[in-house]
């Protein structure tokens, strides 16, 4: 239905072949999309690298978005080599783990800052370095979780964090509609990947979603991968703001 062919894109969070930010770049390869990959550190780089090279990607550094001056050496390089950016893809997280398996109420300002800072605010950040490099539009995408909207339990501190990055969507998407850049969160259900497993009895929440949704099972990084396509494809230029589900139905569900 729809080509990405000359595409250039930026995918964040790759941390292995679990990763939902790897299903996204599957898919935005199949669909012809030059890809700029990056890792967290030199231990995350023996996982991801070789599966960047395995996708063909153009651009392979680092990114901890805590670090100043990573961002930025990034969008410089792909500013040198590209001189465009089509799609950003932030699929990243991260809360001290005392404070997520804690209570919300009991959560640190440190902890619940640093959260915000690197699971909501670097996504901005990226999107202020990507707007320039997107005069013909674009599209910039993040992830969040149901936990957003209605409590969850053991999902905690990031419940209120991943509502704030919902929020943020809907107001970049406000801001920029006007240059043709699209901004939207992907929400699967609950699937497995590295960043899950930190959350405290997160098997049973699997299970529960499997047995409540309509059909019956799990969301998987490639259901992620094709919606993040499309929303990233000239078919999806009227779509912005969103909270897309991924996941068989099951936040429909009581």
């Known amino acids: 239905m729809f080509s990405l062919h000359g595409h250039k894109a930026l995918v964040v969070g790759i941390a292995n072949e679990h990763s939902i930010a790897w299903g996204c770049a599957q898919a935005l390869k199949a669909q012809g999309a030059d890809l700029a990959i990056t890792w967290l550190n030199d231990k995350a780089e023996g996982y ?103 409590v969850v339990r053991h999902y905690n501190m990031m419940g209120p964090v991943k509502a704030a990055l919902e929020s943020t969507v809907r107001y970049a998407a406000a801001e920029l509609g006007e240059k043709g850049i699209r901004v939207h969160a992907l929400s699967p259900g609950p699937l497995k990947t590295r960043a899950a497993s930190g959350l405290d009895h997160f098997d049973e929440l699997l299970a529960a979603a499997s047995d409540r949704a309509p059909t019956h099972q799990l969301a998987s990084i490639e259901d992620v991968g094709a919606m993040a396509a499309f929303l990233a494809s000239p078919e999806a230029r009227n779509l912005t703001g969103g909270v897309h589900d991924i996941d068989g139905g099951f936040s429909i569900t009581a």
């Not at 805590?66 to 893809?89: C, N």
């Not at 932030?90 to 300002?109: K, T, Y």
């Not at 619940?112 to 690197?118: R, T, V, Y």
């Open 48 to 150: 991801v690298r070789p599966l960047a090279e395995q996708l063909g990607a153009g651009i392979m550094m680092p990114l901890d978005v805590a670090q100043p001056g990573q961002m930025e050496a990034v969008f410089a390089e792909i500013t040198r080599k590209w001189g465009r950016l089509d799609t950003v893809l932030h699929s990243i997280a991260f809360a001290p783990r005392d404070d997520l398996h804690g209570r919300v109420v009991d959560c640190s300002a440190e902890g619940f800052g640093l959260a915000m800072d690197i699971s909501v605010h670097s996504f901005l950040r990226m999107i202020r370095l990507a707007e320039p490099l997107m005069p013909n539009g674009g599209c910039c995408l993040s992830v969040s979780f149901f936990g957003s909207s209605r």
